[in-house]
């Protein structure tokens, strides 16, 4: 079946742009998380969604990234104003029950702020 | 200290190599744990679970040392499709899940 698909995959913003990153997750998986990744490093977690409801936001970086899904099922990363340190490998990951176990990975998004 | 460190490498290794990577956690109130494999520009996949109790699947094999605060994986008979990062993973509760910077290796012919 389909896996987690990602939109775009690669962005280039200039600085102060506003961005926003897709992730469709696996049809069906309740949790959905977002991270994201530095060249060399591991995946740093963003944030994570059961089903709509955000419950934890603890790594998002600042107050310009906001993250969101509506209906349970795509979600959006939204990062306004962007920086130079926000360029990164964005990742979405869903798994299908209520724990972060067994997450399935998107094939991210690069964003490149110039 | 970082929650979860691991040894960057890279670790060079020939086809046949056994090889095994650490990875040490600070949280002594961390309850589960897991390998996951990351190619080069590609997404990172789950490796493989570990148990207290040991995990071995195939060539790989996963051990938690809860005493010491470290998980480690051993690969036996390496192969070149082997040469990825790894990447361990714990958690402490709750749904953040904490990657450690991961450990390159390469399998040379």
């Known amino acids: 079946g389909a896996g987690v698909s990602q939109s775009p995959r690669y962005k280039v913003a200039k600085r102060g742009q506003d961005v926003a990153l897709r992730c469709d997750p696996i049809?069906?998986?309740?949790?959905l998380f977002w991270y994201q990744q530095a060249l060399g490093q591991g995946p740093e977690f963003l944030t994570y969604?059961?089903?709509?409801?955000?419950?934890?936001k603890s790594g998002l970086p600042s107050d310009r990234f906001f993250a969101e899904r509506p209906e349970g099922s795509v979600s959006t990363l939204k990062i306004q104003r962007t920086q130079q340190e926000d360029s990164a490998v964005y990742l979405c990951?869903?798994?299908?029950?209520?724990?972060?176990?067994?997450?399935?990975f998107g094939p991210g998004t690069r964003l490149t702020v110039t | 200290r970082k929650e979860v460190e691991q040894d960057p490498g890279p670790f060079n290794v020939p086809e046949g190599a056994t090889v095994a990577f650490n990875c040490t956690y600070s949280?002594?109130?961390?309850?589960?744990f897991f390998w996951y494999r990351q190619d080069c520009r590609k997404e990172p996949k789950l490796l493989m679970s570990?148990?207290?109790s040991g995990n071995e699947d195939g060539r790989f094999t996963a051990q938690l040392n809860r005493a010491s605060q470290y998980i480690s994986l051993l690969i036996r008979d390496s192969k070149l499709s082997d040469s990825a990062t790894y990447l361990c993973?714990?958690?402490?509760?709750?749904?953040?899940?904490?990657f450690g910077a991961g450990t390159r290796l390469f399998v040379k012919a």
């Open positions: 949280n002594s109130a961390s309850q589960s």
């Open positions: 049809s069906g998986h309740v949790s």
């Open positions: 570990v148990y207290s």
């Open positions: 990951a869903s798994s299908p029950g209520l724990d972060p176990y067994e997450q399935y």
């Open positions: 993973v714990v958690y402490t509760g709750g749904f953040k899940t904490i």
């Open positions: 969604f059961q089903n709509e409801a955000q419950l934890d």
